[in-house]
């Protein structure tokens, strides 16, 4: 474990007690460093410690403010509607003693903290239909209490987060500057890539464009990102850096993708990437039991395109951040994110042989929720 050597300066800045000895790592996240503290106040939550990535996220003021606007009108509707318990069922920032909900430490690091709930877990894995069900009716409860937060409030905190065609743009200026000479052995990657590309601007259309309302979601829907209770039930949506104004399927599809694959995101073994569709069908159907509340048919139909472009979106991501020097993401291993980049072209090829099917199941849990006409 990295040493924090300011630890006292930091902790002392937030309005909370922490034992600065029982510092541990928590979490298997690509992007941020977050660690676990014991609280010396004794009460039932303790606290996580996070650095946030500047390279990653360039406004953490404004971004805090997505997270905090977020945070309070989840509560309040919980508040309102009386289901429910907020100081369990959302997260919970710590505020500085000046004020703010992040500190920048001597050295300009950024530094937040947030509740840690006690008698929870989170799985990297989904391992069971039933979690799988959880999974979509967390995610699906999230957007719908959300949908009437006008995304126009929201602060784009990584620009163009999900616009295809840009990072399309970001890799072929990659593939051309070829700054560390890796684009020979990633050759086969980038061929698969560019076959591709036309199948993958549903969402650049003028009439998506026109129809597909804009909302406020949460931009990394992995299944890591929910807390389930030791009942096995879902109890909290975590790690809010990236809620910010987008369409609903790319939430979707995200989930979908990190799910219902049998390998894991960076699996060396590409014969181990199948698809776990009874996953699949039991997400979906959770899904529709909350969202199905607001969503509209232009969006209804739309979900199966997210969960074909995001796995190809994440491979170009991976793929670009390779030849790039790996700045992005954080690696195990020099070919890491080639690795990653395998894995999920592998997944898009799984998915792309099991669409219809999938799209039949979408279609079929709409209709309990008369989105659509059986």
């Known amino acids: 474990m990295k040493r924090i050597k300011n630890l006292f300066e930091i902790t002392s800045q937030f309005k909370c007690h922490v034992d600065i000895s029982s510092l541990k790592p928590y979490g298997t996240g690509h992007i941020n460093d977050t660690y676990r503290l014991k609280n010396l106040a004794g009460d039932e939550h303790d606290y996580l410690l996070q650095k946030i990535n500047q390279h990653v996220f360039k406004d953490i003021p404004r971004m805090t403010e997505n997270i905090c606007r977020v945070i309070a009108h989840l509560k309040k509707k919980m508040v309102m509607s009386g289901k429910g318990d907020p100081e369990k069922e959302v997260m919970t920032m710590v505020a500085t003693k000046s004020g703010p909900y992040f500190y920048q430490d001597s050295h300009g690091e950024y530094w937040r903290m947030c509740h840690f709930l006690k008698h929870t877990k989170t799985y990297d894995v989904v391992e069971t239909e039933k979690q799988a069900y959880e ?13 009437d937060l006008s995304p126009d409030l929201m602060y784009e905190v990584i620009p163009d987060f999900h616009d295809i065609e840009k990072r399309l743009g970001q890799l072929a200026q990659a593939i051309h500057t070829d700054s560390y000479h890796r684009v020979q052995e990633a050759w086969p990657e980038i061929k698969t890539i560019q076959d591709n590309i036309q199948a993958m601007l549903f969402f650049q259309e003028d009439e998506q464009r026109l129809t597909l309302p804009i909302r406020v979601t949460h931009n990394d829907t992995k299944f890591n990102n929910v807390l389930l209770n030791l009942k096995g039930k879902a109890q909290c949506i975590i790690d ?10 790319y939430d979707f599809g995200d989930a979908i993708r990190t799910i219902i694959n049998t390998g894991a995101e960076d699996e060396k073994e590409l014969s181990d990437i199948r698809l776990n569709l009874p996953l699949f069908n039991a997400y979906t159907k959770g899904y529709m039991e909350e969202a199905g509340q607001f969503l509209d048919e232009w969006e209804l139909r739309s979900l199966i395109k997210g969960v074909l472009l995001l796995p190809y979106m994440q491979a170009v991501r991976f793929l670009t951040d390779y030849l790039n ?49 059986s």
Do not use: P, W
């Open 135 to 147: 999974g979509g009716k967390a995610f699906g409860k999230f957007q719908a209490m959300l949908c």
């Open 240 to 249: 809010l850096d990236t809620v910010m104004a987008d369409y609903i399927a």
């Open 325 to 373: 020097g790996d700045t992005y993401y954080k690696i195990e291993s020099a070919r890491h994110n080639l690795q990653r980049t395998r894995a999920q072209l592998q997944l898009l090829k799984e998915l792309l042989s099991h669409a219809q099917e999938m799209e039949k199941t979408i279609y079929k849990e709409a209709e309990k929720h008369q989105l659509i006409k």
